[in-house]
Nanobody
Framework: QVQLVESGGGLVQAGGSLRLSCAASGNIFSRYSMSWYRQAPGKQRELVARIFTRGGTDYADSVKGRVTISRDNAKNTVYLQMSSLKPEDAAVYYC???????WGQGTQVTVSS
């Protein structure tokens, strides 16, 4: 079973930036798309961004233009660069490999207004 470890969250002022990282175990990372999800209190987990095996990307409308997803297959790591953060971006952020139902502990992003 794949293990995912997210990091990089924290407290940031509105308009600030953060870079999240997610490291995956094993040697299958390059074979799968990688996604970032987020879940705010009282809300459903939602897809933020996805990067496919060949580098194509897809973003939620709410973050387009402010977020960039990237991957480093040599490091089994996917990144989420977030800028111009808004209070509504505050959530626990999780990464996901493919469609596996395996989640890490997440990393908390807090945005102060």
């Amino acid at each position: 079973q794949v293990q995912l470890v997210e990091s990089g969250g924290g407290l940031v002022q509105a308009g600030g930036s953060l870079r999240l990282s997610c490291a995956a175990s094993g040697n299958i990372f390059s074979r799968y798309s990688m996604s970032w999800y987020r879940q705010a209190p009282g809300k459903q987990r939602e897809l933020v961004a996805r990067i496919f095996t060949r580098g194509g990307t897809d973003y939620a409308d709410s973050v387009k233009g402010r977020v960039t997803i990237s991957r480093d297959n040599a490091k089994n790591t996917v990144y989420l660069q977030m800028s111009s953060l808004k209070p509504e971006d505050a959530a626990v952020y999780y990464c996901r490999m493919g469609n596996f139902n395996s989640w890490g502990q997440g990393t908390q992003v807090t945005v102060s207004s």
